[in-house]
């Protein structure tokens, strides 16, 4: 092809490509619409305590609402060194600048560890290639996303709703999807309970994928019936059948080798604990944290 026509050329794809559809990395810039911003910002329950890190800001109105409606703080990156110029010159509008940053920088260059909330809507890949880096966050941190998923990692809250102004897609609708990064619960757990006036070791073991724990459990030796066994962040909550104590709930955070909570028997409230035995890896795979030199606060 003559230069003449390869010019030609990308006059006319210049001229037809959108604005919005220019590609910085592996995700475009497409806005989230600002019912869908509130709404995620609602799902993870930002507040005056939070940090917040958008990876891929955009015009940065994740981080500015949460600063200006909720009070948090936070930063933004984004590897687009205008649209970080524009979401800079957007927080000083809103009054937030001292508490809303905008960095150009790449979201894998980028220290994660201040997060109390991370915000995204990237590619389902990119999503991918940043869960394991997720996973070895402080657990209790919570992740929200527009519209795609983490892999076979499944959110907490997932629903749908309108999206009025979306640039993209055929039905103005969007997905908020949520997790909180799951502590490493999985282990062997014990503790002595007195039942009819004898103390006796229960013992509950527990394997995780995820969030998702699947546990089995004996009282002096005996099987037990499992009711439930669920967890979010570092707490854990369990109820347990007890022949002759009924249905038993024990909750409880995790510190160390240690589970500190109470337990509600027959309706009496009474503090509980545990100790772990024996650690077990989780079935997920969780990322060394990466050695990161930039630091941005
Ligand atoms: C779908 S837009 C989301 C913008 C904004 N968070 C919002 O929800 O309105 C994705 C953004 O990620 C940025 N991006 C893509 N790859 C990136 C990377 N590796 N590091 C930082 N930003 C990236 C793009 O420039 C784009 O602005």
């Not at 073991?205 to 037990?224: C, F, M, P, V, W």
């Amino acid at each position: 092809m003559s230069l003449v026509m390869r010019g030609l050329m990308m006059m006319v794809l210049a001229a037809v490509l959108p604005v919005a559809a220019q590609d910085f990395g592996d995700t475009p810039y497409v806005q989230t619409p600002q019912p869908v911003v509130d709404a995620m910002l609602e799902t993870a329950k930002v507040g005056r305590d939070d940090y917040v890190i958008d990876l891929g800001s955009g015009d940065g109105r994740m981080v500015i609402t949460a600063a200006k409606k909720r009070g948090a703080r936070g930063f933004g990156v984004d590897l687009d060194k205008r649209l970080v110029a524009l979401a800079n010159a957007n927080a000083r509008k809103a009054g937030v600048a001292d508490r809303a940053k905008f960095y150009a920088r790449d979201l894998f260059h980028t220290d994660l560890s201040a997060a109390t909330v991370l915000a995204i809507y990237l590619l389902p890949e990119v999503n991918l290639m940043t869960r394991g880096r997720i996973l070895a966050l402080k657990p209790g941190t919570r992740v929200v996303s527009h519209d795609y998923g983490m892999g076979d990692w499944t959110p907490d809250v997932e629903y749908e709703m309108d999206a009025p102004g979306k640039t993209v897609g055929r039905n103005q609708r969007s997905k908020v999807l949520f997790w909180v990064v799951p502590d490493r619960m999985a282990g062997r757990w014990l503790w002595s309970m007195t039942v009819d006036g004898r103390k006796l070791p229960v013992e509950v073991l527990l394997k995780q994928n995820y969030q998702k724990l699947e546990a089995s459990a004996t009282i002096d030796g005996r099987a037990l019936p499992v009711e439930s066994a669920t967890m979010s962040g570092t707490r854990l909550d369990l109820v347990l059948n007890i022949p002759g104590a009924g249905r038993v709930s024990f909750s409880g955070t995790r510190i160390n080798q240690a589970l500190d909570g109470e337990m509600v028997a027959g309706g009496t409230k009474s503090p509980w604990s545990a100790v772990r035995t024996e650690i077990i890896d989780p079935a997920h795979v969780i990322a060394p944290p990466p050695v990161i030199r930039e630091f941005p606060l």
